[in-house]
């Protein structure tokens, strides 16, 4: 499957942003999804992880309460809703697919991933 992430920007601080994945391919379904984060100096992170059907969702604490991961299998494409956006939110966001949920916010255990879009979020 080929992913590719759009929808970053520059916005301020308490704003929003609604990232989205557009994969190619009868397969998506089929895949666990994944949103990480990389900002400079850092390793790329976890941010959230929906399985197949979206009946299931995980967060990493930082973003819990204020991000939403979501998924739209008849249009092929993941999404991530970002809300009261802080500056540390600040980072090239990557989306990422892998076959089954377990280790889900393991960045290894994923098989394909997006170009990434940058966000930034100004004070």
């Known amino acids: 499957v080929q992913l590719q992430a759009y929808g970053g920007g520059l916005v301020q601080a308490g704003g929003s942003l609604r990232l989205s994945c557009a994969a190619s391919?009868?397969?998506?379904?089929?895949?666990?999804m994944g949103w990480f984060r990389q900002s400079p100096g850092k390793e790329r992170g976890f941010v959230a992880a929906?399985?197949?059907?979206?009946?299931?969702?995980d967060y990493a604490d930082s973003v819990k309460g204020r991000f939403t991961i979501s998924r739209d299998n008849a249009k092929n494409t993941l999404y991530l809703q970002m809300n009261s956006l802080k500056p540390e939110d600040t980072a090239v966001y990557y989306c990422?697919?892998?076959?089954?949920?377990?280790?889900?916010?393991?960045?290894?255990?994923?098989?394909?991933w997006g170009q990434g879009t940058q966000v930034t979020v100004s004070s």
């Open positions: 929906i399985n197949w059907s979206g009946g299931s969702t």
């Open positions: 990422a697919a892998k076959g089954g949920y377990s280790g889900y916010y393991q960045l290894d255990r994923y098989n394909y």
């Open positions: 391919g009868r397969t998506f379904s089929t895949y666990a």
